[in-house]
């Protein structure tokens, strides 16, 4: 079983709907959980960030955390052409000073 | 301000040649990572330096690859008698502190094909 695991994609959705992006992990010592972005070709930047269970939203974006059942997700509101890229999650295991175990990533196509 | 940068850009190596890989981190950025990104992979964390020292290198695939950071700046990832297997891109990230990783900034990468 892989420490991070996403479906690859691609998922597609129509423009202006909402994206799901999944991720679960194994390793219950995680702390904190790291949503990139990477565009074809360019390195990843990093969308969203979350460290306690629930919700924590940021402009379109929304990051879903739940320990318990060990699955991150982000959320895509209105969601536009250009946020068609890979999404990366990412952990950080407690204790392992900024060492991120990544997901291999999820492709979003946003259709017009 | 100027972000991380890496060179060369593109590496062409032929089997069994030693490659240099160069990442300049953000100014004043203590906390310096190598990831490596094989074709359809996630990241690979290969070894992060808090200033000049490296306190996990359990990332590092083989004895072939080794890196050292200099002056608490620069840091150079070697790969010494390339396989194709090493053909990757390789990714350099700084941050100003080990104890924030949301604060990572990735350098453009340097994609190496071993031929």
């Known amino acids: 079983q892989k420490e991070v695991e996403q479906n690859s994609g691609p998922l597609s959705v129509p423009e202006g709907a909402i994206a799901s992006l999944n991720c679960t992990y194994s390793?219950?010592?995680?702390?904190?959980f790291f949503w990139y972005r990477q565009y074809s070709g360019k390195s990843p930047e990093l969308i969203m960030f979350?460290?306690?269970?629930g919700d924590k939203e940021d402009g379109r974006f929304t990051a879903q955390l739940n320990k318990a059942s060990q699955y991150v997700s982000l959320l895509i509101r209105d969601s536009q052409p250009s946020d068609s890229a890979t999404y990366l999650c990412?952990?950080?295991?407690?204790?392992?000073?900024?060492?991120?175990?990544f997901g291999t990533g999820t492709r979003l196509q946003v259709t017009l | 301000g100027a972000g991380v940068s890496q060179s060369p850009s593109n590496k062409v190596t032929e089997k069994g040649k030693d490659v240099e890989l160069r990442c300049d981190p953000i100014?004043?950025?203590?906390?310096l990572y190598w990831y490596r990104q094989s074709l359809g992979q996630g990241l690979e964390f290969l070894i992060y330096?808090?200033?000049?020292?490296?306190?996990?290198k359990s990332g590092l695939p083989s004895d072939r690859f080794s890196a050292e950071r200099t002056g608490g700046s620069v840091s150079t990832l070697t790969i010494q008698r390339t396989q194709q297997e090493d053909s990757a891109v390789y990714l350099c990230?700084?941050?100003?502190?080990?104890?924030?990783?949301?604060?990572?900034?990735f350098g453009p990468g340097t994609r190496l094909l071993v031929l």
């Open positions: 990230a700084s941050s100003p502190s080990l104890q924030r990783p949301e604060t990572q900034y």
């Open positions: 390793d219950r010592g995680s702390q904190s």
């Open positions: 979350i460290y306690s269970n």
């Open positions: 990412a952990v950080k295991r407690y204790g392992t000073a900024s060492k991120l175990t």
């Open positions: 100014s004043g950025h203590t906390a």
């Open positions: 330096f808090q200033g000049n020292s490296a306190p996990d």
